[in-house]
Each structure stands twice: as C-alpha cells, then as structure tokens.
C-alpha cells in the first residue's frame, strides 16, 4: 500500500466551478502538508503549504488538513483556464532533518478548465 | 531571491553513453538538495539526496550517481545509460529546518 493516495483523475471542469483535489495517507507521522501545480514539461511549483488541521487560505486556493481522517484537499474556486495543471500533494514527517527531510509525493491529479 | 538552475533542458542520448546533469542553486547557503526522476504521467521518485558538500544518499539503487562537490551544486551522473533512463529530471532544494522544496525547470532526457 502506498503511503499517499491521491484521486487520479483526470478532471475536467467548466471555467467558474469550484475544484477539489484529495490525497488520502496512511503513516501518522506526516506533519507537515504541501500542493504543488505543475504545468507541462515545467517543473512543479509550491502552491500552498500547511502544518496544522483546518483551512488554509490563500486567493482562490484552500488547502484543507484533517489529521483525524488522515485526509487532505485542496479547492479552487472560480476556477480559470491558467488552472489547468497537474496537481501534486506532498508531506513530511516530524524530525527527520539528519535523513534529508524527505517529501512523500502523491502521483497527481490532472485538471482541465474549459473555457 | 533564490533561484534555481538546470541544465541541459533537453538531451538525447544513446544507450550505453555517459550522462551528467547540473544544479547549481543561487541565493542561500547549505542547502538540502534533491535528485527527483519524473516518468510520463507518474509522480515524483527521489533518486538522491544530500545535505551538505560530499554528501550523497541514494534512495534508489540503479546505474545513476551524484555528487556535491560544492555548496549549491548538485550533479546527476551514468557512465552507461539505459532506455529505462528516459524521463523528466528534476532537482530540488530546500533550507535547513523549513519541509518546503523547490524545484528547478527540469530536464527531459530521451535514451535511444
């Protein structure tokens, strides 16, 4: 079993609608919660980062923990064309500085918004 | 700012021919960086870490290797490359205490 689950997708919207991406994990030692947006052929860019349960807000994007569920989400609203993108999630565990601090990386979810 | 670099931004090599990919990262000091391997519609595999000059470790045994022979360079090396090499590789680097990482433009390397 992998230890980050992420909806596949792929996911296709009409402009304007509101956009929810998951990733479920299993090792309760994850900490610290991020989302990255990479469009194609580029490298993935750092959306939102978040460490504690609740919402998280920033412009058209939320970023949602429930440590509880083990459960993350990140919406969109008013989704635009320029979202188009695949979406990454990513955490790390608690005190692992002297092992690199590694990022355990769900495989994506693609989102299309259609004009 | 910081500003990541890498390069070549797109390489074509046959099997069995040597590889080296560069990193340098500007703007910070001693930072952790990454070797990440992405394959068409697949996520991120880490390949190598290292948290400081001359220190590497391999995630992943297979026919690659790094290096760090200075603070804000990182290097991707094969002596003979595989088909299975193919894929998009990107680099990443992070400070000291944060979880964040960064990430460069990649390369996209093909093995023919």
């Known amino acids: 079993q992998k230890e980050v689950e992420q909806d596949p997708g792929p996911l296709s919207v009409p402009e304007g609608a509101i956009v929810s991406l998951n990733c479920t994990y299993s090792?309760?030692?994850?900490?610290?919660f991020m989302w990255y947006r990479q469009y194609s052929r580029k490298g993935p860019e750092l959306l939102m980062y978040t460490y504690s349960s609740g919402n998280k807000e920033d412009g058209r994007f939320t970023a949602q923990v429930d440590k509880s569920s083990k459960y993350i989400s990140l919406f969109i609203r008013d989704s635009q064309p320029s979202d188009s993108a695949t979406y990454l999630c990513?955490?790390?565990?608690?005190?692992?500085?002297?092992?690199?601090?590694?990022?355990?990386f769900g495989e994506g979810t693609q989102l299309t918004v259609n004009p | 700012s910081q500003t990541i670099h890498q390069w070549p931004a797109t390489l074509v090599q046959p099997v069995g021919s040597p590889l080296s990919l560069e990193c340098t990262v500007e703007g910070t000091s001693n930072p952790n960086l990454y070797w990440y391997r992405q394959a068409a519609g697949r996520g991120l595999q880490l390949l190598f870490y290292?948290?400081?000059?001359?220190?590497i470790s391999s995630e992943v045994p297979q026919n690659l290797s790094a290096s760090r022979p200075q603070d804000r360079q990182f290097i991707l090396s094969s002596k003979k490359l595989l088909l299975s090499d193919s894929g998009f590789y990107l680099c990443a680097w992070k400070r000291l205490g944060l979880d964040e990482q960064y990430f460069g433009p990649g390369t996209r390397l093909t093995v023919t």
């Open positions: 090792n309760s030692a994850f900490q610290y």
């Open positions: 990513a955490m790390s565990a608690f005190g692992e500085e002297t092992s690199g601090s590694r990022l355990t």
């Open positions: 290292s948290v400081g000059i001359g220190q």
